[in-house]
């Protein structure tokens, strides 16, 4: 079984840097607490799901940012 890619390039770079902002933003005792420790889990998906090309809750709406063309 393999993973239908289904997310575009801007979707797996924003998602990144929005990870890498919550990571920074916890290291530096900024965000901390649960609040904290839910946005770093939250980085960590979203860093898995971009360099997967693959985010499963796009598939449970039957929905895709990956352009036509790169398919």
């Known amino acids: 079984m393999s993973i239908i ?4 390039g801007f979707d797996r770079i924003s998602r990144t840097i929005i990870a890498l902002v919550i990571i920074a933003l916890f290291f530096n005792h900024i965000i901390s607490g649960t609040l904290g420790i839910m946005l770093i889990i939250l980085s960590v998906v979203f860093i898995a799901t971009s360099f997967m090309s693959f985010c499963p809750l796009y598939t449970f709406f039957n929905f895709s940012s990956k352009s036509k063309k790169s398919e």
């Open 5 to 8: 890619k289904n997310m575009g």
